[in-house]
C-alpha cells in the first residue's frame, strides 16, 4: 500500500478542483466549522497564501481521498465517503505520528454535532478539553504514544509496512 501527502501548493489544477470538489461536498460542508461553498478562484487564491508543508492532500494508490492539515497547533482531516475506514485510520495515524515527532501536542475543533469525528479523534487519544458548541480536543504525545489496542494495533502494524510520501 502507498499513502501520499502531497502539499497543496504542489498540486495540480485538476488536483487542486478533485480537493476542493471533496471539502465543497454537502456532507463535509455540513460538519465544516465553516460550512459554505468555496469557489474555485478564492480556492486557488487560498492555497497561494498557505505556508508550506500545513495542509496536504492524501493519495492512496494514485486516488485523492481527502485532505489533512496541521497550522497553528490545529489539525483537521476530511475524507471523501468513498474512502474506507481502514485507509482513513491510516492516514490520520501516519500524520499524526509526524506531527508528534516535533510537537508535545496537537488540538482539533470540532463542531458538537459532528459525533463521527469526535469518535475518531477520541480513537487516537484526543480527550474534549472545551464542550461548547465546538469542542476543542487536545492529544498529548505520551498518550497517542501509549495507544494499545486490537485495532489500533493493526493501524499501526499496516502503517508501519506500508510505503509512505510527504511531499
Do not use: C
Not at 42 to 51: F, K, R, T
Request: aromatic share 14%; no cysteine.
Amino acid at each position: 500500500m502507498k499513502f501520499v501527502f502531497k502539499d497543496y501548493k504542489l498540486l495540480s489544477l485538476d488536483e487542486s478542483f478533485e480537493i476542493l470538489s471533496i471539502r465543497n461536498n454537502k456532507a463535509i460542508r455540513g460538519i465544516s466549522l465553516d460550512s459554505g461553498v468555496i469557489d474555485i478562484q478564492i480556492h486557488n487564491s487560498w492555497i497561494l497564501n498557505l505556508p508550506k508543508g500545513s495542509y496536504f492532500a492524501m493519495i492512496f494508490n494514485d486516488d485523492i481521498v481527502g485532505g489533512v492539515s496541521f497550522n497553528n497547533g490545529f489539525w483537521g482531516i476530511f475524507y471523501k465517503e468513498s474512502a474506507q475506514p481502514l485507509i482513513r485510520s491510516i492516514f490520520a495515524y501516519l500524520f499524526l505520528s509526524k506531527i508528534l515527532k516535533d510537537s508535545d501536542f496537537i488540538y482539533s475543533k470540532i463542531k458538537s454535532n459532528n459525533q463521527n469525528a469526535l469518535r475518531f479523534n477520541q480513537f487516537f487519544g484526543f480527550d474534549i478539553i472545551k464542550s461548547d458548541e465546538i469542542y476543542t480536543l487536545k492529544l498529548e504525545k505520551s498518550k497517542f504514544s501509549s495507544l494499545n489496542n486490537k485495532l489500533i494495533n493493526r493501524v499501526k502494524s499496516l502503517a508501519d509496512n506500508s510505503k509512505v510520501e510527504f511531499i
